[in-house]
C-alpha cells in the first residue's frame, strides 16, 4: 500500500540542491551511524528520542525524515513533526535505500563543526568575486543550508579563524583552497564526494572563471562578466552573497537540465 507521507530517493535527489528543497533529518539510532559515518547532502542529524524538544523549530517547514531503513524511527518523528506543524514526510527505503542507489553521501569526517546554533562558520575575504561567492553556494546548497560566512580583511582571515571556531576557506595555506590548477570550489566538489554530472560541470565554469583560464569552458567569460558586474552592484558582501546564490541556482539547473537546449530568435507572423 503506497505511503502518502513519504517521498522517493529519487524525487528528493532532483530536489537537492535547489531552493526548492526540503529540511533532510537524519535520525539513524548512534549504532547505525557509527557503521555508515555518511549523510545525504544538506541534511542535519537530530536524536529521534529528544523529538518533542526540537520539533517546534521546523513548524510551517517542509521536512523529510530519514532512519536506518525507513521504518518506525522516520514515521514516528515525521508523526512528531506533523503535530508541531510541519509538512512532514518520510524517505522511501532511508538511508540504505538511498545508499543502494548509489546517490551522493557527505563523510562526515569532513565536515566542520558546527557552532552553538548548530550551523558551520565559515571565513574568507572580503570583497568576494567568483569562488567566495560559488563555494558559499555549493555549502549551503549541498552542505549545510544553514551555514554562516564571514568575509573579513584577507591578512585576519587565519587569525579570525582561531578566535571564533570558523573554518577558513579560499586563502593560501589552508585545507579549503585552491590545490594545483583546481580551485577552491573544485577541491569541496571533490572532498565532500559530491562528484556529480552537473557539479562537474559547473566546476570547470567556476575553474576557468577563477583562474583566468577562459578556454575551459564557453560560460567560464560569462561568469567572469556576471560576476565583476554583480561585485561593482553591492557594498555590501553579504547583500552580493544573496545576490549571487540566484546566478548559481541558474547556473546549476542549466547544466543539469537544459545543455542541450538551443535558442533563436524567429519572427512570427510579422511581415518579410
Not at 515525521?78 to 506543524?85: E, F, P
Not at 590545490?179 to 562528484?195: I, N, P, Y
Not at 569552458?217 to 567572469?224: D, F, I, N, R
Request: charged share 25%.
Amino acid at each position: 500500500m503506497a505511503n502518502f507521507n513519504a517521498i522517493s530517493c529519487e524525487k528528493l535527489a532532483r530536489l537537492i540542491g535547489t531552493p526548492k528543497a526540503p529540511v533532510i533529518i537524519d535520525v539513524r539510532t548512534t549504532e547505525d551511524f557509527a557503521e555508515s559515518p555518511f549523510l545525504l547532502p544538506a541534511s542535519l542529524k537530530r536524536d529521534h528520542a529528544d523529538v518533542a524538544g526540537w520539533a517546534a523549530a521546523f513548524r510551517g517547514r517542509w521536512v523529510v525524515v530519514l532512519c536506518q531503513k525507513g521504518r518506525k524511527l522516520s514515521e514516528g518523528v515525521a508523526a512528531y513533526l506533523r503535530l508541531a506543524g510541519a509538512e512532514a514526510e518520510i524517505l522511501e527505503g532511508g538511508f540504505e535505500g538511498w545508499r543502494d542507489l548509489g546517490l551522493p553521501l557527505l563523510p562526515v569526517e569532513k565536515l566542520p563543526a558546527r557552532n552553538t546554533d548548530g550551523a558551520t562558520l565559515w571565513v574568507t575575504r572580503a570583497r568576494p568575486k567568483i569562488d567566495r561567492i560559488a563555494c558559499p553556494w555549493l555549502i549551503r546548497r549541498f552542505v549545510d543550508p544553514g551555514a554562516v560566512f564571514l568575509f573579513v580583511a584577507a591578512p585576519e582571515v587565519e587569525a579570525v579563524a582561531e578566535r571564533f571556531g570558523a573554518t577558513p576557506f579560499d586563502i593560501e595555506g589552508v585545507f579549503w583552497s585552491h590545490r594545483g590548477e583546481l580551485c577552491s570550489f573544485d577541491v569541496m566538489v571533490e572532498e565532500f564526494a559530491l562528484s556529480l554530472p552537473a557539479l562537474n560541470k559547473v566546476a570547470r565554469i567556476v575553474r576557468g572563471a577563477d583562474t583566468d583560464r577562459l578556454d575551459l569552458e564557453p560560460q567560464a567569460a560569462g561568469l567572469l562578466a556576471i560576476s565583476l558586474g554583480l561585485s561593482r552592484m553591492y557594498a555590501s558582501d553579504l547583500e552580493q552573497l544573496e545576490q549571487g546564490m540566484l546566478i548559481y541556482d541558474a547556473l546549476y539547473r542549466w547544466a543539469r537540465d537544459a545543455t542541450d537546449e538551443k535558442h533563436d530568435w524567429v519572427a512570427r507572423g510579422g511581415r518579410a
